[in-house]
């Protein structure tokens, strides 16, 4: 079984500003991770996945997550924010040998970037 | 252009009634997937097919009931079992593994509200 952990509920901050959203997981076994991004009333949208290789993974809009292993980890950062980054933000994995949409999600980070 | 249709957005039920939630993709994916969401809890995985005339429970299954007669289409029926059933939904979608897409599509979810 996994379980995933999205340590804050709420982000507020300041436009430029960066920010970083925490999540960890726990798993038995190997697993996909996943940070998806939500706008009000509509579905999720992937953000960035991590697979295999470098630990390192980027979005095309700014934002990268950092896999560690050792920390059962999987932070999402971006250096300077934008008014319309604010939405709610997921964690997710999904275990190796399967298919990729049996996903165990964190809980929701709602950011709210003010001007 | 293909995607996840779920229809309809908003719906509005009476309690004790069925309702039948519609779920139709061209994505040509093997696997469909339903979740709920609620404000604070993350998503949570109800049933799961991972290919046609066959369907799996997810981790709260209870009062709901699916069908997959069709690749492109997973119907999902809130029965009057459902005790708490006013939520968002949303439908899923991904391709085995190994395959190239290697992330679940979101449909755009069907707000249900039971009075």
């Given at each position: 079984?996994?379980?995933v952990?999205?340590?804050?509920?709420?982000?507020?901050?300041f436009?430029?500003?960066?920010?970083?959203?925490r999540?960890?997981?726990?798993?038995?076994v190997?697993?996909?991770?996943f940070w998806y991004?939500?706008?009000?009333?509509?579905?999720?949208q992937?953000?960035?996945?991590?697979?295999?290789?470098s630990t390192?993974?980027?979005?095309i809009?700014?934002f990268?997550?950092?896999f560690?292993?050792?920390?059962?980890?999987?932070?999402?950062?971006?250096?300077?924010?934008?008014?319309?980054?604010?939405?709610?933000?997921?964690?997710?994995?999904?275990?190796?040998?399967?298919?990729?949409?049996?996903?165990?999600?964190?809980?929701?980070?709602?950011?709210?970037?003010?001007p | 252009?293909?995607?996840?249709?779920?229809?309809?957005?908003?719906?509005?039920?009476?309690?004790?009634?069925?309702?039948?939630?519609?779920?139709?993709?061209?994505l040509?994916?093997?696997?469909?997937?339903?979740y709920?969401?609620?404000?604070?809890?993350?998503?949570?995985?109800?049933?799961?097919?991972?290919i046609?005339?066959?369907?799996?429970?997810?981790?709260?299954?209870?009062?709901?009931?699916?069908?997959?007669?069709?690749?492109?289409?997973f119907?999902?029926?809130?029965?009057?079992?459902?005790?708490?059933?006013?939520?968002?939904?949303?439908?899923?979608?991904?391709s085995?593994r190994?395959?190239?897409?290697?992330?679940?599509?979101?449909?755009?979810g069907?707000?249900l509200?039971?009075?």
């Amino acid at each position: 079984a996994q379980s995933v952990t999205q340590l804050d509920s709420q982000v507020p901050v300041f436009e430029e500003a960066p920010v970083e959203l925490r999540c960890n997981y726990s798993s038995s076994v190997s697993v996909y991770l996943f940070w998806y991004v939500q706008y009000p009333n509509q579905g999720l949208q992937l953000l960035l996945k991590y697979l295999s290789g470098s630990t390192l993974v980027e979005s095309i809009n700014g934002f990268e997550a950092e896999f560690n292993k050792s920390q059962t980890s999987f932070h999402l950062r971006k250096p300077s924010v934008h008014i319309s980054d604010t939405a709610e933000y997921f964690c997710a994995v999904s275990p190796g040998g399967t298919s990729y949409g049996k996903l165990t999600f964190g809980q929701g980070t709602i950011l709210t970037v003010h001007p | 252009d293909g995607g996840i249709t779920q229809s309809p957005k908003y719906l509005f039920r009476k309690e004790g009634q069925n309702v039948t939630l519609s779920c139709e993709q061209n994505l040509n994916h093997d696997a469909m997937y339903w979740y709920r969401q609620d404000p604070g809890q993350g998503l949570r995985l109800i049933y799961y097919s991972q290919i046609v005339n066959d369907f799996q429970k997810g981790d709260i299954a209870e009062g709901y009931s699916v069908s997959r007669e069709k690749k492109e289409s997973f119907p999902l029926t809130v029965t009057s079992a459902q005790k708490n059933p006013t939520a968002f939904y949303l439908c899923a979608s991904s391709s085995p593994r190994g395959t190239l897409d290697t992330e679940a599509f979101f449909g755009q979810g069907t707000r249900l509200t039971v009075v």
